[in-house]
Each structure stands twice: as structure tokens, then as C-alpha cells.
């Protein structure tokens, strides 16, 4: 790219980066300082709002640039994650998005302290919502990454890591300053201009090849190099039994994950009402179905348009996909009109990164001052000492998630974040469903559930080809992997659930049936809810 076009295209991304600044500005000014208004943001925002939100909180980078990046790999099977995070909803919708906003107040760790001895489950919960949200966090990080990289000449390694370094920074500031307010209207932003963005590609790409979905496809695969195997299953998750169970296991992870995500759950407590933040899911889940449908277009025009060839050799987990898309349905890399369209792809993209790392870092240093710091020092807390926990949790997490983005820096943002759903299914579903519907549980339970989810996930990708044993490796050159599955979906979901099972079983303590028919009546009826 010639010097002025990546003038351009930096303007863009000054612009919005501008932009969010200033909400955060703005919105600094305007807080008063509670607990409720970091956390929650007052509980004011409407289900639209809310639900623009949310949208602007899930469709990552994973979403726009990784997920198109497998589809233009590998055709068929890429669409799992289309398919995966798309039906992941209708798990939140109907089992969890009513409760979690009845019985919760800022964590998931309020809805299942609520009927358990508040301390040790607090410190399991929070423990594992913060280890997914930096394993969320690294997706994002390697993202940004490979995008900046790409605007400034290629692969260059000093590009990727201070772009992740200054995302980083930038999160950290976002939290800091403005809370969950000034991130749901960056959040919003974010999703108006992702909608925005796919429905103009999804167009030109269409257009390319006269509206006609069959023609593309064809094209698609006469330029994958795979032929009619790019539109059939196999191509990434079949042949050996190794590769089935691991389509199973992903599958498992990101139907499930969703429900279990804190930068998810947190955003229920940011409406008013129960019925409200059934209506935000709604809402969401109609921005992101649109939008994965067009994910689709997109995988599938990289490979017509670019080729899965090029689209491997500028990034080999295929990261760049939509943006050499753009490049190319503008008018080719040295023309105006590709950069235009680039520069505007790469700002989206990059805005798309931004709303999501601040969701999460939200969450986060919400459950690290609201359930580990609030649980060890409860007697001498206050809101506002808590609230600036959190401020100082959020530099901690930003610092984790940099150190561990510059080493990932080579995986699929997709993949990556398939194993932060992993993890979330594992140690946060069964405990939330179990506290919600099993009247028995109790606090051993609760406990052995989170660690017994959490602890096996995350030493099953330790020990996975993910880490070690194979060229795509974090470490290609050592080989101390046991487990053969990239997820560990398929063993830690059920051993949580298990473990939670166990727990309560061989509890002394009985279960408090008043505190559970509080809880019950409260996440049917909304009474008492905060």
C-alpha cells in the first residue's frame, strides 16, 4: 500500500478511536460514582439499546475477521462457527437471560451466591470469569494485531505488537474512565457501523457475481484448491476419529459457551426489568443472525474473489480475509477506490475490536473488585473503594491480555475464541443452571462445579496441539501434548457438571430450602430484584 493510502486509512482508524474517546469523556463527566452506575450503568438503557449492545458486545473479531477467514480456508466447515454462535442464543433466551436479571446484581457470582455461603463460591466464580475473559481478551488482541499489520506492509512483527499493546492501552482507559455506560454507547456505535460495513460488502460481493449465490459458490471452490470438497463437510473436521470429536467438541463449546460468558450475563443488569432484558436477547439475536448470514458471503467471496491461496499467505490462520476482500472489490491494492474500501473494513474491524475488548474488561475487573476483592474485605469495603478495585483490575487484566495476544499472535481469532467458550461452558454453565433449577445444590456443589470445569479445560488445552506437538502451535518447536483434541469442550463440559453433581451429593450441609425458594420466587416473579 502507498504511503498516502495508508494515510488514509490511519485517519479512519484516529477518527473512531477519536470518536470513543470522547465518549468516554463525556460520559466520565456525567457519572456519579456508585457501584450500580460502573457496573450497571444506572440500569437505564432500553431493550433497543441494550440489545444494539449486546450485539456490539458478541460480534468480535472473531465474528468479522475470523469466521470469515476459516470459511475462505475451508469452505463447509468453517460455517461451524456461523452456525455455533447463532444457535448459542437460543440456549440465553429461554434459560438464561429472565433469570440472571432477577436474581443477579452486577456478576454471575450474585446469582449464585444468593441461595450459597457467599464467600467461597464468589472467590470459584470470579476466579473463572476473569480466565475467560482474558482467554476471550487474546482473541481480540491477535485480531487487532493482524490487522494493523496487514494496513502497514504485510507481517510486520513491531506493527502486530504495539497494536497490541495500544488496544490494550485503550481498553484499559475506556473502563477506567467512562464505566459501562460510555462502553454500551461504544458498543453501540461499534454495531451500527459493523451492520453498516457487512451490508455494503455483502452487497458489492453479490454484485460481483450478478446476485447469483450458486455461481459464487462454484467460484469459490474452483479457486480454494479443493474443488467440490470446499462446499462438503470433512475438509477441516473429517477424516480421522481425532478431527470428528474435535467438531464435536467445538460444536458443544460454542452452543453452550455463550450462556456462561460474563461480559455477556453483565450486560442484563444494564436494563430495568426482567421482561426488558428478554427483549434486548430479541433484539440481538436478530442483529447478529443478520450478520452471520453475511459472514457467510464473505468467507465465501474471499475464496471467489482473493483466493484461498492468498488469503493463506497473507495470514495463515486466514485473520485477513475480509480486509484483502475489500481491497480487492474496490479496484485492486493500488487503486483509490480499494483503498477507500479497505480503510474503511480496517476501521470497522478495529471499532469492532475496541467495543468488544472494553465489554470484556468491564466484566472482568467487575468480577475481580465485585466478588475476589469485595469477598476478602467485606467489612471494611465500600462502594467507592470498590469501584476503584476495579479501575486498577482492569491496567492487571489489560496487562495479562497484551502478554498473552503477542504470544498468540498466529491463531485464528475464531479458534481462539472457541476455546474461551469452552472454558465458559465448562465452569460457569453448570453452576448457573444448577442454581437455578436444581433445588438441592449446595455451596460444595457450587464450588467443586466452577474448579471441576475450569481446572480440566485449562490444562486440557496446556497439554493439547494447541500449545504444543504441531507446527500451528504456540510452541511448535517443543511436544509435551497428551490430549489430542485443539478443544476440550467434549470432556471438561460434562466433567463440570459432574463435578457440581458430586459435590452436592457428599455435602454435610444441607440445602437452605428458604433461601432457595426465595431465589425460585424472585427469578420467576422479579419481586425483590434490585
Given at each position: 500500500?502507498?504511503?498516502?493510502h495508508?494515510?488514509?486509512a490511519?485517519?479512519?482508524?484516529?477518527?473512531?478511536?477519536?470518536?470513543t474517546l470522547?465518549?468516554?469523556?463525556?460520559?466520565?463527566?456525567?457519572?456519579?460514582?456508585s457501584?450500580e452506575?460502573f457496573?450497571a450503568?444506572g440500569r437505564?438503557?432500553?431493550?433497543?439499546?441494550?440489545?444494539f449492545?449486546?450485539?456490539?458486545?458478541?460480534?468480535?473479531a472473531?465474528?468479522f475477521?475470523g469466521?470469515?477467514g476459516?470459511?475462505?480456508?475451508?469452505g463447509?466447515?468453517g460455517m461451524l462457527?456461523?452456525?455455533?454462535?447463532?444457535?448459542?442464543?437460543?440456549v440465553?433466551?429461554?434459560l438464561?437471560?429472565?433469570?440472571v436479571?432477577?436474581?443477579?446484581r452486577?456478576t454471575?457470582a450474585d446469582?449464585?451466591?444468593?441461595?450459597?455461603?457467599?464467600?467461597?463460591v464468589r472467590i470459584?466464580a470470579?476466579?473463572?470469569s476473569?480466565?475467560?475473559?482474558?482467554?476471550?481478551?487474546?482473541?481480540?488482541?491477535?485480531?487487532?494485531?493482524s490487522?494493523?499489520?496487514l494496513?502497514?506492509?504485510?507481517?510486520?512483527?513491531a506493527a502486530?505488537?504495539?497494536?497490541?499493546i495500544?488496544v490494550?492501552?485503550?481498553?484499559?482507559?475506556y473502563?477506567?474512565?467512562?464505566g459501562?455506560?460510555?462502553?454500551?454507547?461504544?458498543?453501540?456505535v461499534?454495531?451500527?457501523?459493523?451492520m453498516?460495513?457487512?451490508?455494503?460488502m455483502?452487497?458489492?460481493?453479490?454484485a460481483?457475481?450478478?446476485?447469483d449465490?450458486n455461481?459464487?459458490?462454484?467460484?469459490?471452490?474452483?479457486?480454494s484448491g479443493?474443488?467440490?470438497?470446499f462446499?462438503s463437510?470433512g475438509?477441516?473436521?473429517?477424516?480421522?476419529?481425532t478431527?470428528?470429536?474435535?467438531?464435536?467438541s467445538?460444536?458443544?463449546?460454542l452452543?453452550?459457551g455463550t450462556?456462561?460468558?460474563?461480559?455477556?450475563?453483565?450486560?442484563?443488569?444494564t436494563?430495568?426489568?426482567?421482561?426488558?432484558?428478554?427483549?434486548?436477547v430479541?433484539?440481538?439475536?436478530?442483529?447478529?443472525?443478520s450478520?452471520?448470514?453475511m459472514?457467510?458471503?464473505?468467507?465465501?467471496?474471499?475464496?471467489?474473489?482473493?483466493?484461498?491461496?492468498?488469503?493463506r499467505?497473507s495470514?495463515?490462520?486466514?485473520n485477513?480475509?475480509?480486509?484483502?476482500?475489500?481491497?480487492?472489490?474496490?479496484g485492486?491494492?493500488?487503486?483509490?477506490?480499494?483503498?477507500v474500501?479497505?480503510?474503511?473494513?480496517?476501521a470497522?474491524?478495529?471499532?469492532?475490536i475496541?467495543?468488544?475488548v472494553?465489554g470484556?474488561?468491564?466484566?472482568s475487573s467487575?468480577?475481580v473488585?465485585h466478588?475476589?476483592y469485595?469477598?476478602l474485605?467485606?467489612?471494611?469495603?465500600k462502594?467507592?473503594s470498590?469501584?476503584?478495585v476495579?479501575?486498577?483490575?482492569?491496567?492487571?487484566?489489560g496487562?495479562?491480555a497484551?502478554?498473552?495476544?503477542?504470544l498468540?499472535?498466529?491463531?485464528n481469532?475464531?479458534?481462539?475464541?472457541?476455546?474461551?467458550f469452552?472454558?465458559a461452558?465448562?465452569?460457569?454453565?453448570?453452576?448457573?443452571l444448577y442454581?437455578?433449577?436444581w433445588?438441592?445444590?449446595?455451596t460444595?456443589?457450587?464450588?467443586?462445579s466452577?474448579?471441576?470445569?475450569?481446572?480440566?479445560a485449562?490444562?486440557?488445552v496446556?497439554?493439547?496441539?494447541?500449545?504444543?506437538?504441531?507446527?500451528?502451535?504456540?510452541f511448535?518447536?517443543v511436544?509435551?501434548h497428551?490430549f489430542?483434541?485443539?478443544?476440550?469442550?467434549?470432556?471438561?463440559?460434562?466433567?463440570?457438571?459432574?463435578?457440581?453433581?458430586?459435590?452436592?451429593?457428599?455435602?454435610?450441609e444441607p440445602p437452605?430450602a428458604?433461601k432457595?425458594?426465595?431465589?425460585e420466587v424472585r427469578?420467576?416473579?422479579?419481586?425483590?430484584a434490585v
Amino acid at each position: 500500500m502507498s504511503g498516502d493510502h495508508q494515510t488514509l486509512a490511519l485517519l479512519l482508524f484516529s477518527a473512531f478511536i477519536a470518536l470513543t474517546l470522547a465518549i468516554t469523556t463525556w460520559v466520565s463527566r456525567n457519572r456519579r460514582g456508585s457501584a450500580e452506575e460502573f457496573y450497571a450503568g444506572g440500569r437505564l438503557f432500553s431493550p433497543m439499546e441494550n440489545g444494539f449492545a449486546i450485539a456490539g458486545d458478541y460480534m468480535s473479531a472473531a465474528s468479522f475477521l475470523g469466521i470469515s477467514g476459516l470459511i475462505a480456508l475451508y469452505g463447509y466447515d468453517g460455517m461451524l462457527y456461523s452456525v455455533g454462535f447463532l444457535v448459542a442464543w437460543l440456549v440465553v433466551l429461554l434459560l438464561v437471560a429472565e433469570l440472571v436479571r432477577n436474581c443477579g446484581r452486577f456478576t454471575l457470582a450474585d446469582v449464585v451466591a444468593s441461595r450459597m455461603s457467599e464467600r467461597p463460591v464468589r472467590i470459584a466464580a470470579g476466579t473463572s470469569s476473569v480466565a475467560v475473559s482474558v482467554l476471550y481478551l487474546v482473541a481480540q488482541m491477535v485480531g487487532a494485531g493482524s490487522l494493523v499489520a496487514l494496513l502497514l506492509g504485510g507481517t510486520s512483527e513491531a506493527a502486530r505488537s504495539w497494536t497490541v499493546i495500544g488496544v490494550g492501552a485503550l481498553m484499559v482507559i475506556y473502563v477506567s474512565l467512562g464505566g459501562m455506560r460510555a462502553t454500551t454507547w461504544i458498543q453501540i456505535v461499534k454495531a451500527v457501523l459493523l451492520m453498516a460495513g457487512a451490508i455494503a460488502m455483502t452487497v458489492l460481493v453479490l454484485a460481483r457475481f450478478q446476485g447469483d449465490f450458486n455461481q459464487l459458490l462454484n467460484s469459490a471452490a474452483e479457486r480454494s484448491g479443493h474443488g467440490k470438497d470446499f462446499l462438503s463437510p470433512g475438509l477441516k473436521y473429517g477424516g480421522n476419529w481425532t478431527a470428528r470429536l474435535d467438531f464435536i467438541s467445538l460444536g458443544l463449546a460454542l452452543v453452550l459457551g455463550t450462556a456462561g460468558l460474563p461480559h455477556i450475563l453483565s450486560r442484563f443488569y444494564t436494563v430495568p426489568t426482567a421482561r426488558a432484558a428478554r427483549r434486548s436477547v430479541v433484539w440481538s439475536i436478530g442483529l447478529i443472525g443478520s450478520f452471520y448470514l453475511m459472514t457467510i458471503v464473505l468467507g465465501f467471496g474471499a475464496a471467489a474473489v482473493v483466493g484461498s491461496d492468498a488469503v493463506r499467505a497473507s495470514n495463515a490462520a486466514g485473520n485477513t480475509a475480509v480486509p484483502l476482500l475489500s481491497l480487492s472489490l474496490g479496484g485492486g491494492a493500488g487503486s483509490t477506490g480499494g483503498t477507500v474500501l479497505f480503510a474503511v473494513v480496517a476501521a470497522v474491524a478495529f471499532a469492532t475490536i475496541l467495543a468488544v475488548v472494553a465489554g470484556i474488561t468491564l466484566a472482568s475487573s467487575a468480577s475481580v473488585a465485585h466478588d475476589l476483592y469485595a469477598s476478602l474485605k467485606r467489612r471494611n469495603s465500600k462502594q467507592r473503594s470498590e469501584v476503584a478495585v476495579a479501575r486498577v483490575a482492569a491496567v492487571g487484566v489489560g496487562a495479562a491480555a497484551i502478554a498473552l495476544g503477542l504470544l498468540a499472535r498466529d491463531l485464528n481469532v475464531a479458534f481462539l475464541v472457541g476455546l474461551a467458550f469452552a472454558v465458559a461452558a465448562s465452569a460457569n454453565l453448570p453452576v448457573l443452571l444448577y442454581s437455578l433449577f436444581w433445588r438441592n445444590f449446595t455451596t460444595r456443589g457450587a464450588v467443586w462445579s466452577v474448579y471441576g470445569g475450569l481446572i480440566p479445560a485449562v490444562l486440557l488445552v496446556v497439554f493439547s496441539p494447541v500449545v504444543t506437538g504441531s507446527p500451528e502451535a504456540l510452541f511448535p518447536g517443543v511436544d509435551i501434548h497428551v490430549f489430542p483434541l485443539q478443544n476440550p469442550g467434549l470432556v471438561s463440559i460434562p466433567l463440570g457438571f459432574l463435578a457440581g453433581w458430586i459435590g452436592t451429593l457428599t455435602s454435610a450441609e444441607p440445602p437452605d430450602a428458604a433461601k432457595h425458594a426465595e431465589t425460585e420466587v424472585r427469578a420467576l416473579t422479579g419481586a425483590g430484584a434490585v
